[in-house]
T-cell receptor, first 115, second 115 residues
């Protein structure tokens, strides 16, 4: 089946530094990928929609200058958290549509801790 | 805007028994998909079952089945013969039938399975 690989799975960074998270579709092409943020014991909140070859679409309230998204190829989207602060600590998950029947495959998530 | 509501924050079931998780949604669309995703402690999102809105027949996947009531905008998940491995967060999700549209998630239901 479709596989989405997300790296790193865990990252700890210092406040003020930037962190890049990668999301790759391994056996299919993903023209669109989605980035979610999940706080403990809460649901997934869509941050942005990443479109190959064009600018990402951000949800209301998400700072596009802080959460930089690049989707340079049909199999890779990256999320860069710039100038990270402790409040950015969260679980970030990417997903991609995996076929015509409307399903989505998710990456395994990245736990970001900013100290 | 579409909304998805899961009214049961937590449910528990005895091993081998049956449990039903509730989900309602609000949409003005007629063509859409509905999903149930499982998120175990590993936090990997796993597709449990999907339903196309145009299909009247309820989807079934082994021990998992849905009761899809389109007019009532209700989409419940029934888990039969519950197993310890079924313990997880369960998210109901909605997607409009258009290429690239994102998933809208409910708030989740934590299912506990008692041995």
């Amino acid at each position: 089946g479709a596989v989405v690989s997300q790296h790193p799975s865990r990252v700890i960074c210092k406040s003020g530094t930037s962190v890049k998270i990668e999301c790759r579709s391994l056996d299919f092409q993903a023209t669109t990928m989605f980035w979610y943020r999940q706080f403990p014991k809460q649901s997934l909140m869509l941050m942005a929609t990443s479109n190959e070859g064009s600018k990402a679409t951000y949800e209301q309230g998400v700072e596009k200058d802080k959460f930089l998204i690049n989707h340079a190829s049909l199999t890779l989207s990256t999320l860069t958290v710039t100038s990270a602060h402790p409040e950015d600590s969260s679980f970030y998950i990417c997903s991609a549509r995996d076929g015509p029947r409307g399903g989505y495959t998710f990456g395994s998530g990245t736990r970001l801790t900013v100290v | 805007a579409q909304t998805v509501t899961q009214s049961q924050p937590e449910m528990s079931v005895q091993e081998a028994e049956t449990v039903t998780l509730s989900c309602t949604y609000d949409t003005s669309e007629s063509d859409y998909y509905l999903f149930w995703y499982k998120q175990p402690p590993s936090r990997q999102m796993i597709l449990v079952i999907r339903q196309e809105a145009y299909k009247q027949q309820n989807a079934t996947e082994n021990r998992f089945s849905v009761n899809f009531q389109k007019a009532a905008k209700s989409f419940s998940l029934k888990i039969s013969d519950s197993q310890l491995g079924d313990a997880a967060m369960y998210f109901c999700a909605y997607r409009r039938n258009n290429a690239g549209n994102m998933l809208t998630f409910g708030g989740g239901t934590r299912l506990m399975v008692k041995p």
